[in-house]
């Protein structure tokens, strides 16, 4: 089995783990890819054909270049007539024309630069985000909303679950977030487009604590940057994320 085929399955894998992918989806995902031949069949060989052609050309070529020489040859030794004085035709000196009188031409304002309207780059919607692609394409949006880049497209895989992608709008790269699924209850996320910061909070059901930890994203995936903070949950829900 090929390494590109291998990393495919580990991302499958990663992503049922994560709740983006239901073992249903992953299921169908993973047959696909396994079903996929991984080297294309062979192309029939003809350059028969075409050394038969490349001769054609050559022989017309040959040809052409023999008549050309015999019509020029011909043409050299014939007389040349000379022109009949009748055929020459008179010219004479054309009448002046009057001056026209010209109005003055104002200054012309230069044109105005528009400013150009760049805008997302369409996301790569990969085999192993296939299964996904109507949600990505609806979350990708105009205008990027983490870090001046970057959109976060929450999908639900049920009660207080989601599944979350990280989209690049300046390359439309995705990634797995690495925050979602049946362990991150009531999954709570605040972000802001001037920042790489990102801060989550979730409910833990086996300890019944709401937990909250501050991350940093560094292109590709999120990295702690500080300690986690644990407190009681009231209620079997937790206190919304302030600004």
Not at 1 to 20: C, D, W
Not at 162 to 179: A, E, K, S
Not at 206 to 230: F, H, K, M, P
Request: proline share 8%; aromatic share 6%; glycine share 10%.
């Amino acid at each position: 089995m090929s390494e590109n085929r291998i990393a495919q399955l580990e991302r499958l894998a990663s992503l049922r783990t994560s709740g983006v992918l239901s073992d249903e989806e992953f299921d169908v995902e993973k047959a696909r890819v396994l079903n996929t031949p991984e080297h294309p069949a062979h192309l029939p060989d003809r350059s028969g054909l075409r050394a038969k052609w490349m001769w054609l050309l050559v022989g017309t070529a040959a040809v052409l270049i023999v008549l050309v020489s015999f019509v020029l040859l011909t043409q050299r030794g014939a007389p040349r007539a000379e022109l009949a004085p009748s055929l020459t035709p008179s010219m004479s000196a054309p009448e002046p024309l009057a001056p026209q009188p010209q109005e003055p031409v104002g200054p012309v304002e230069a044109a105005k630069p528009q400013a150009a309207t760049i805008g997302p780059v369409p996301p790569k919607i990969t085999d192993e985000w296939r299964s996904l692609r109507t949600r990505i394409r609806e979350g990708w949006g105009s205008e990027p909303t983490f870090a001046n880049r970057y959109v976060i497209i929450r999908v639900g895989c049920g009660t207080g679950c989601t599944g979350n992608i990280v989209g690049d709008h300046r390359t439309g790269d995705l990634y797995p977030l690495g925050l979602g699924g049946e362990g991150y209850d009531q999954l709570q996320l605040r972000f802001d487009n001037a920042s790489d910061s990102l801060t989550a909070r979730w409910g833990d059901i086996e300890t019944q604590t709401c937990i909250t930890q501050r991350y940093r994203w560094n292109g590709t995936d999120l990295v702690e940057s500080s300690a986690r903070e644990t407190t009681p949950r009231v209620d079997f829900g937790c206190d919304e994320l302030g600004e």
